[in-house]
């Protein structure tokens, strides 16, 4: 398959129609030469038939040869321009002893040769093709033969091609420059991206601080004080203000770390330590004090399961959402998690009951309302989509809601968690 490949993508010169043309037009050319090379080395310079022929087929065959093996083409020009001038008879009817069609068909063969080859390449061709010419003269130069037209001939093949050959590599240049200003282009495209990324990630840590950051702080400073704001408070409603001032102060640990990851991602705040399965206990622990919770059913995990960074960070941000939405939308309900597996998934559904009271601590015989998923869930699925996972959301009878959460498992069986 891979041999196939290789040798349709030789043929490949150019992109698209334009190497059907390109092979349309070296044929056409080819072909040409072929048809009038042949007759006119019989008939012009006594050239036998059969060498006739043969050297002209292969001195038609140097132009596309030269765009899949630049040194067979030059091999096959210098063969057969020296063949066919070696072979030919003395005539003063037409130049001589390079014909014009072999001027034309080797002039071509190195414009070709310089695009598609290195620089030296064509040199070598150019400097062998010229002095083989020349030796192939060199006794009728010295049979009193007119020198002054033989010389003159000579000139006009070995500028002719020589213009060629400079016509390719230059032609060949030009197109790695083209490319070189290509990709530069694209690299100076995706830097400005990645600079305008950055200013936009600073734009939006800026933002996070005013808006979340300081209000955060504020609860934290307020619920710490208040039992030395508020005189009297009894035991349960300080550990309430120590538990809120707790939730407070690790929400800005989190959020001074997702601050430091978009204004310097080169940071420390990059690699510090993210939550894990092993933090899921502490999570539910604090999440208690708002509501009953019950946990049920496990997941079998292996160690590297246990450790995976990605996974841990996953479900410990979807159970931490699940929990706030229900505290949020449904204080003092109870909470049910269930963790669950199959041979192909596994499963965490986090349950809350109606509200049994408001927010501000009233007592509430209203359902909960039907809430439409936010940042939060759209976060969650997002975090859920790297690892193939799913998430699904339903209002429950008699008020409350379900948070589903399904994630592919493609691992043996190991540790329970």
């Not at 891979?2 to 030789?10: A, I, L, V």
């Not at 040769?113 to 620089?119: E, F, L, N, S, Y």
């Not at 020349?134 to 033969?145: G, P, Q």
Request: proline content about 5%; cysteine-free; overall charge neutral.
């Amino acid at each position: 398959m891979s041999d196939t490949s290789e040798r349709t993508s030789r043929w490949r010169v150019l992109p698209g129609r334009a190497n059907v043309v390109l092979w349309l037009a070296v044929g056409t050319f080819a072909v040409a030469v072929l048809a009038v090379s042949a007759p006119l080395s019989v008939t012009v310079y006594d050239v036998p038939v059969v060498t006739a022929l043969l050297f002209s087929l292969v001195l038609a065959g140097a132009m596309p040869l030269a765009l899949v093996l630049p040194w067979g083409g030059v091999a096959a020009a210098i063969v057969s321009a020296t063949s066919l001038t070696s072979g030919s008879a003395f005539t003063t009817e037409a130049p001589w002893p390079v014909s014009v069609t072999t001027t034309i068909a080797v002039s071509l063969t190195w414009l070709l040769v310089g695009w598609r080859a290195r620089w030296f390449v064509v040199t070598i061709g150019w400097f062998g093709g010229v002095l083989m010419v020349i030796v192939s003269t060199a006794e009728a130069l010295s049979a009193n033969a007119p020198s002054g037209a033989i010389i003159a001939d000579l000139v006009v093949f070995a500028a002719a091609s020589l213009v060629t050959a400079l016509a390719g590599i230059i032609l060949r240049n030009w197109e790695i420059v083209g490319a070189q200003l290509v990709a530069e282009r694209a690299l100076s495209a995706a830097e400005i991206a990645q600079r305008e990324a950055a200013e936009e990630k600073a734009r939006i840590a800026r933002e996070l601080h005013d808006v979340v950051a300081h209000g955060m702080s504020a609860i934290q400073v307020r619920a710490a004080s208040a039992r030395y704001r508020l005189t009297g408070l009894p035991a349960d409603a300080i550990a309430e203000f120590d538990d809120i001032a707790a939730t407070a102060r690790a929400s800005m640990a989190d959020m001074r770390s997702i601050l430091g990851v978009l204004r310097d991602e080169g940071s420390d705040a990059a690699s510090s330590p993210q939550p894990t399965l092993a933090d899921l206990s502490a999570l539910v622990e604090r999440a208690r004090a708002l509501s009953p919770i019950t946990v049920t059913g496990a997941w079998n995990l292996t160690p590297t399961e246990r450790a995976d960074p990605l996974l841990g960070l996953t479900v410990y941000r979807a159970v931490q959402e699940a929990l706030s939405n229900a505290a949020r939308h449904a204080p003092g309900g109870a909470i049910t998690i269930a963790w669950s597996e199959s041979p192909t998934s596994r499963h965490i559904t986090i349950r809350n009951a109606a509200p049994t009271r408001t927010i501000d601590g009233s007592r509430s015989d209203h359902p909960l309302a039907t809430h439409r998923g936010g940042q939060g869930l759209r976060g969650m699925r997002e975090r859920l989509h790297v690892l193939n996972g799913t998430v699904s959301t339903a209002p429950q009878p008699g008020g409350g809601f379900a948070v589903q959460v399904a994630i592919p498992r493609d691992s043996p069986r190991g540790e329970t968690l």
